[in-house]
């Protein structure tokens, strides 16, 4: 892997200012950026959370007592640089609404009901070749006050940590042939049609699990002119 950033990864991530996204107005930087270069402290850190990630940690669907209500799916696939290798050792998290469209968080009061058995987060590392995988349920859909009518289509968050903690990255995964797709500001945020199609998982059914669940493949590029598109660019 190179140790040169490919700028060509810049054109894969979402415009700072995306003004049908309203929030990107007010956050949206207005003066040009200082560069921070990092420290030998900060690229030497200790690695963020790996150590605290406990098996079972990946299956959101055994977290509780019962079984989470919604349609049961594996997400997997692999976290790769910008040459198509797998990166191994990566704190890969997950965050997401549950099968009604709703958060456990106290800022979503939209009304849909909670489930007491699903919390809505988890979290793995990468093995050697790069490889994770999740048990979760399929999330909803759920409005979110953007304009008339604005709904998000059903996506699941995900956050890749490296080998010290400035090292993150965040994304989103959406699912095949949404048909909130074109009225999403936030999925169009990415000026690229190619890079939002990156953001798409893929329905997998070689690894579909029989009368238990069905499987999406999401393949996380770091950078390069493949790269995932992410949040924090």
Known sequence: MTFI??????????LPL???YKSSIKRAPNKPLIPMPH???ELTGPVYGHETVREGDNDLT???SGEPIGERIIVHGHVRDEDGRGVPNSLVEIWQANSCGRYVHV???HPAPLDPNFTGAGRTVSDASGYYRFVTIKPGAYPWGNHHNAWRPAH?????????????????????????FPFDPIFNSVPDEKARARMVSSFDLENTQPEWALCYRFD???R??????????
């Open 220 to 222: 996380i590029v770091l």
């Open 156 to 180: 699941i968050h995900l956050s890749v940590f490296g080998y010290s903690f400035v090292t993150r990255l965040v994304t989103q995964m959406y699912f095949p042939n949404d048909p909130l």
């Open 107 to 109: 800022r979503d009061q």
């Open 5 to 14: 950033y490919p700028t060509g990864s810049n054109a894969a991530h979402p």
């Open 39 to 41: 420290t030998l402290s």
């Open 62 to 64: 055994t977290q509780h």
């Open 18 to 20: 995306s003004p049908d």
């Open 224 to 233: 390069g002119k493949n790269a995932t598109p992410m949040e924090n660019h």
